[in-house]
C-alpha cells in the first residue's frame, strides 16, 4: 500500500485491514491518535464512519486528507490555480510577510538554518495562498494541496530543506545550497498523491479533529463501535523533530509546537509528584529499580496518560465492543521497559477485559531504531517486536 505522505513508524495496513474487516459495514470506527491515518483510510474504504483525533496538527491533515474522497480533475484544476498565484508572486519578487514568521525571531532563525533562499522564497508563496490568504476553494482542496507541499519537505534525502532523514524524524543539515525547485515538483506531488490515494476507493470521508486521546470531549458515552489505535510508546520517536519543518509553513511559531510536544503522549517530561500504589507493584514487578528517580517520574507520566486514555476508550466505547492497541517496548538507558504491561494494567483498572494479545515482529521496513540499538543483542530484539493487544468494553 502506498501512503501520501512520509510519516515514521505508522501501523502496518495489514493490522489496521483485519480488524476493520471484522467490523460491521456501518460501525463507528475510533482512532484516537490516528498519526499517519492507516485505520482512517481502511475504515473509510469499507463504507464505515471513522473518526480521528490527533494533537499533532500534521498527522491530524495527513490523515484526513488520506480518508476524504477528492475529485482528480478538479484538484488538478486548483493546482494550476494556485502554481498561477505562487509563480506570480515568485516572478514578481515581491516580498512576503508572514506573520507567524517574521514577528517571531525564533521562527524566523530556524527557517534560515533549514531552508535555502530559493526555496524559502518559494515557500513563502505557497504558505501566503495556501494559510495567510488563502485562494479562493474548498477546505477539503485547501488541504490536500498543503500536503502536496508539505511531502517535498518531510523527506528522506534533501528537497525543500536542507536536511535529510526529515521523514524519520531525524533531521540534519547535510547541504548549504539547493537548487530544487518546489514549484515545478509541486504538479508531480500532486499526481502521487491522487495515485496513492485512489481516492474513487473511498466511499465515506472520515471526520478528524485536532484533540487529545485522554479527553475525548466531542464523544458521547458510548457512541463508538471499535478502537483499533497504536499508542505513542515512552520516548520511541519524536513526531515534532521532522513534522516542525513542515508546520512552521503552515501558520505555526515553533513555540507552539513545542508546546504541542510537551503534552502529547510518551513524551519525556516528568512529573514531580508520585502516589500510586499499583503503579509501585507493577514497576517492581517488572525489575525497574535500576532507572532513576527522574526516569521513573517519566514512567510515571507515561503510566498516568495511558490511564487517562484507557478510561476515555472505557467510556466512549459501547457495551461490548473492542478496543485494540498496538503498542511497542521501550529502551530507557539500557532498561527494558515494557510498555504492553503498563497498558493492560491500564486498561484493566478502568474496567476494559483482556481478549486478545499477540506478538509480531516489526518488519524491517518500519523500525526506526536509535543506532545502539541495531546490534545484535537481547535488548535490541526485545525492541524489535510490537504487541497487538485487545480489550472489551463491559
Known amino acids: 500500500m502506498r501512503h501520501i505522505h512520509p510519516f515514521p513508524a505508522r501501523m502496518a495496513p495489514e493490522i489496521a485491514l483485519a480488524h476493520v474487516a471484522e467490523l460491521a459495514p456501518d460501525s463507528v470506527v475510533l482512532d484516537p491518535m490516528s498519526g499517519s491515518g492507516m485505520v482512517l483510510s481502511q475504515a473509510s474504504r469499507k463504507g464505515m464512519k471513522p473518526i480521528g483525533f490527533d494533537l499533532d496538527p500534521l498527522a491530524k491533515l495527513i490523515s484526513k486528507v488520506g480518508a476524504t474522497n ?47 533562499e530559493k526555496q524559502r522564497h518559494q515557500l513563502r508563496a505557497f504558505a501566503l495562498h495556501l494559510i495567510a490568504t488563502p485562494f479562493t476553494t474548498s477546505r477539503t482542496i485547501l488541504d490536500f494541496m498543503k500536503v502536496a507541499v508539505s511531502r517535498l519537505i518531510v523527506t528522506k534525502e534533501p528537497k525543500a530543506s536542507l536536511a535529510r532523514d526529515t521523514a524519520h524524524s531525524r533531521p540534519h543539515r547535510t547541504i548549504l545550497q539547493n537548487d530544487f525547485d518546489i514549484v515545478e515538483e509541486f504538479h508531480r506531488s500532486i499526481e502521487q498523491m491522487l495515485s496513492a490515494l485512489k481516492p474513487h476507493e473511498i466511499l465515506t470521508n472520515a471526520k478528524v479533529y485536532k484533540g487529545d486521546a485522554r479527553q475525548l470531549s466531542r464523544l458521547e458515552a ?66 525497574l529499580n535500576e532507572l532513576t528517580s527522574r526516569q521513573t517520574q517519566m514512567l510515571f507520566r507515561y503510566y498516568i496518560d495511558l490511564k ?87
Not at 500504589?277 to 517488572?286: K, N, R, S, T, V
Open 70 to 116: 477528492v475529485n482528480p480533475d478538479l484538484i488538478r484544476k486548483r493546482a494550476n490555480e494556485l502554481l498561477h498565484k505562487v509563480e506570480n508572486s515568485c516572478e514578481r519578487g515581491e516580498s512576503i510577510t508572514l506573520d507567524w514568521i517574521d514577528s517571531d525571531p525564533e521562527t524566523s532563525k530556524f527557517i534560515d538554518y533549514w531552508f535555502a
Open 222 to 287: 458510548g457512541s463508538v463501535d471499535a478502537i483499533i489505535t497504536s499508542p505513542p510508546y515512552l520516548n520511541a520517536i519524536d513526531y515534532m523533530r521532522g513534522h516542525k519543518m513542515s508546520l512552521v509553513w503552515m501558520g505555526y511559531t515553533i513555540r507552539e509546537l513545542r508546546e504541542i510536544r510537551a503534552t502529547s503522549i510518551g513524551s519525556e517530561k516528568s512529573m514531580h509528584i508520585r502516589d500510586s500504589e499499583e503503579f509501585d507493584e507493577l514497576h517492581d514487578a517488572l525489575g
Open 308 to 394: 487517562a486514555l484507557t478510561a476515555e476508550s472505557a467510556r466512549v466505547l459501547r457495551s461490548g465492543a473492542n478496543a485494540c492497541y498496538v503498542i511497542g517496548n521501550s529502551n530507557i538507558k539500557d532498561t527494558h521497559v515494557r510498555n504492553s504491561e503498563f497498558l493492560k494494567s491500564c486498561a484493566r483498572s478502568v474496567g476494559l477485559k483482556l481478549v486478545d494479545e499477540q506478538v509480531r515482529e516489526i518488519p524491517n521496513n518500519r523500525r526506526y531504531m536509535p543506532i545502539s540499538l541495531n546490534k545484535e543483542n537481547s535488548l535490541s530484539k526485545r525492541m524489535r517486536t510490537e504487541h497487538i493487544i485487545s480489550f472489551e468494553a463491559q
